[in-house]
Structure formats: structure tokens, C-alpha cells
């Protein structure tokens, strides 16, 4: 079973910036598709963008021109760079395969406060 062990959180102004990381512990890493989700309190889990196999990338509209996915098949690692942060960003960021409903990471803070 893959696991997937995200980092990179924290807590940030408006406007900043953060890179999260993702690193995956399976063999075949790059016939993957690979996506960040994230989770707000009291609200459901979302898909926030998405990286196939062959470096296509999709984004939810919220986060277009702020939020880049790509991927190092040679590290197993997905990244999520994520610029001018806004307070709504706020939630726990996690990575896994973009249609996953179990096997999820312990996730990574994104806090955006001033």
C-alpha cells in the first residue's frame, strides 16, 4: 500500500508563499496521477490540483494563477507551490492519488493569518 508522507505547513501572511511537499513510498511513482487535496474545518475534503502521469495539470478555479503542481518522478515527490496566500487557503493540505477515498497521510497545516 502507497503511503504518502506530506510536509512543508505552516503559517504564513496574506500574500506570502509556501511550497508543499509530498513523497510517496511506492515503486512506479511516475505512472501515477497524483493531486492536493485539502480540508477545512467542518468542511468535506477537496481536490485543489491535480498532475497526471504525463505532467497535465488541472486546478479548481480558486486557486488558478496562485497554486502550481509538478512533480520530481526521480524523488517520488509531488510539490504544491502555493502563492499570495489568502486567510481561505487556511486547511490541512494532503496528497494522494486525485480519485483516493482512503489511505491518506497525516496531512500538513496551512494557516494564512495576519
Known amino acids: 500500500q502507497v503511503q504518502f508522507v506530506e510536509s512543508g505547513g505552516g503559517l504564513v501572511q496574506p500574500g506570502g508563499s509556501l511550497r508543499l511537499s509530498c513523497v510517496a513510498s511506492?515503486?512506479?511513482?511516475?505512472?501515477?496521477?497524483m493531486g492536493w487535496f485539502r480540508q477545512a474545518p467542518g468542511k468535506q475534503r477537496d481536490l485543489v490540483a491535480r498532475?497526471?502521469?504525463?505532467?497535465?495539470?488541472n486546478y479548481i478555479d480558486s486557486v488558478k494563477g496562485r497554486f502550481s503542481i509538478f512533480r520530481d518522478n526521480t524523488k517520488n515527490t509531488v510539490y504544491l507551490q502555493m502563492n499570495n496566500l489568502k486567510p481561505e487557503d487556511t486547511a490541512l493540505y494532503y496528497c494522494?492519488?486525485?480519485?483516493?477515498?482512503?489511505?491518506w497521510g497525516q496531512g500538513t497545516q496551512v494557516t494564512v493569518s495576519s
Open positions: 511506492t515503486t512506479g511513482f511516475n505512472f501515477l496521477d
Open positions: 494522494n492519488h486525485p480519485s483516493a477515498t482512503t489511505n
Open positions: 498532475i497526471s502521469s504525463t505532467y497535465s495539470t
